[in-house]
């Protein structure tokens, strides 16, 4: 269970999350159900996700997981069909799938620093940055178009997209997460702008440098000190630390609540520890 920053009532809602299975998703999939909604948790990993619906129903909530690839339209479509006989229709979804690969970053943060045999710039796989776009982009494009048809029904809903500090200022090594990243932010205006006479609003969040099972590797040695990538993360935010994912979940719930948010749409909102707001100097 998460602790709830927020007391926000979202009883009868029906949240559609995808990419359940992590970290920051899974922590908000359970503040969602902890507030009362109905969720359905989406992620290739089933196991993760069916592990999550289990112990939230075993306190008490309502939630039900699903395998789900967001990169594939019928699959999607399924599982559309399969959360509507569970649980209704669509009110919220949180697009939350995404993630980098190791094919499209590269082992130097600059490239005369570039080392042989290692993978520079020019050794970047064209198949792994159309995984991380296709991922990052059409796994956000496509669950929204597959979900979204119910709150044009509704004329209301909400879209919540996962943007990265890293859309503002790409980050080294990662080039075709920080472009892709830069692409959700860019969606996200464009789809407040397309649902603005629909009732639909869609804003996202852009959470700074989390420690996950993703990144843990690059942060931190072995003994559990810090990595020279992890000193210039902390260095270069103000609060000297990372951000952790329940610190997410005031943003989501606030952005996700047609109350508290109701004029708020097409807007990015940096959960970052301070880290954008610091020039260096």
């Known amino acids: 269970m998460v602790n709830l920053p927020l007391n926000v009532d979202y009883t009868g809602k029906v949240v559609v999350v995808t990419g359940a299975g992590g970290l920051i998703c899974g922590a908000m999939a359970a503040a969602f159900a902890q507030s009362g909604a109905k969720v359905a948790a989406l992620d290739l990993n089933e196991d993760a996700v069916k592990k999550l619906a289990n112990e939230l129903k075993a306190e008490g909530y309502v939630c039900e997981g699903y395998k789900a690839n967001v990169l594939e339209p019928e699959a999607l479509e399924a599982v559309h069909q399969q959360v509507l006989k569970d649980l209704g229709e669509c009110d919220i979804l949180v697009n939350g799938a995404g993630g980098n690969n190791p094919r499209a970053t590269t082992d130097n943060e600059y490239q005369h620093e570039a080392k042989e045999g290692g993978k520079s710039f020019f050794d970047l796989e064209a198949s792994g940055v159309d995984f991380v776009f296709k991922l990052n982009f059409q ?118 609540d047609d109350k508290a948010a109701s004029a708020i749409t097409g807007v990015v909102l940096p959960v970052d520890a301070g880290f954008a707001a610091y020039s260096g100097v």
């Open 139 to 256: 796994g956000t494009l496509l669950p929204t178009q597959v979900f979204a048809k119910d709150m044009v029904g509704k004329k209301h809903g909400c879209i919540l997209n996962i943007s990265s500090m890293n859309a503002y200022t790409p980050l080294t090594k990662i080039p075709a997460y920080s472009a892709a990243k830069a692409g959700i932010s860019n969606f996200t205006q464009w789809l407040a702008t397309h649902f603005a006479g629909t009732g639909i609003r869609c804003n996202a969040i852009a959470p700074g440098f989390l420690v996950s099972a993703q990144n843990r590797a690059l942060l931190f040695n072995e003994d559990g000190t810090p990595t020279p990538r992890s000193n210039k993360i902390l260095n270069g935010t103000p609060t000297g630390r990372f951000v952790d994912a329940e610190e997410l979940l005031g943003a989501t719930l606030f952005l996700c």
